[in-house]
């Protein structure tokens, strides 16, 4: 706002572009070495904003990728590993799931976008995070509905404005979060000269939330930005 302007850096490593019969859908990958996944939880907090904010990206400029409209298909973390099998090779198994090829993270529940990313599901699928049939979705089907998913995109922008604000407005507040598996000055460029002490000093630890109350503020517009 004001005239102001804060630039993101980041380095999309894959989107993947699939056709629909009225718009194309788009999704984005992003390669790690170790173990991840997608917590709303995360989301809600601060703490895991990556993915999204380059599926935001991608949808922004969805042009450049193909015509017309454009809908979120997911996003996911895809691990790099060697999935070099030892021993003797196993019995051929049709239920088995293709090594190294499954993505963690979050589907959004568009039948026709899920059944372009796998032809073949019909239950739990074993290449995205998502479970559907003829009849539809399982009660208990990974990933989040569009209207839900759309929800997390309105979010993330209203704690993207809000972080930006308190940036531009001069905020530098020493104040790392660690909190489970996050630690904000593990990959800081700026750890060695910040000045924080994390020997001595409380790192700063967040509100938890059950996924139920997140939805519930989400739904009510009573979330703000972090």
């Avoid at 309105?154 to 940036?167: D, E, F, K, V």
């Avoid at 996050?182 to 700063?204: I, K, M, N, S, V």
Wanted: glycine share 10%.
């Amino acid at each position: 706002g004001n005239g102001k302007k804060l630039s993101i850096n980041g380095q999309i490593d894959r989107v993947d572009v699939a056709q629909g019969e009225n718009c194309t859908y788009l999704r984005i990958i992003d390669y790690k070495t170790g173990n991840a996944s997608v917590n709303i939880e995360d989301i809600f907090r601060g703490m895991q904003l990556q993915l999204l904010v380059y599926l935001q990206v991608v949808l922004d400029n969805h042009l450049y990728f193909a015509p017309g409209e454009a809908e979120p298909a997911g996003m996911y973390y895809l691990g790099v590993r060697d999935h070099v099998l030892s021993g003797e090779m196993p019995a051929e198994d049709e239920e088995a799931e293709p090594v190294g090829l499954k993505l963690t993270g979050l589907t959004v529940l568009n039948e026709e976008a899920v059944r372009l990313a796998d032809p073949d599901i019909n239950g739990h699928s074993k290449l995205i995070p998502a479970a559907l049939s003829a009849k539809g979705f399982f009660a208990n089907s990974p990933g989040v509905g569009e209207e839900r998913f759309g929800l997390l995109r309105n979010y993330l922008m209203t704690t993207l404005r809000a972080t930006a604000s308190q940036l531009l407005a001069g905020l530098v507040e020493v104040a790392p979060r660690r909190d489970k598996n996050f630690d904000a000055c593990a990959y800081c460029d700026y750890r060695r000269f910040c000045g924080f002490d994390r020997t001595l000093a409380e790192p700063q630890v967040g509100k938890r939330y059950s996924k139920a109350a997140i939805w519930q503020m989400l739904e009510g517009g009573d979330a703000h930005g972090l």
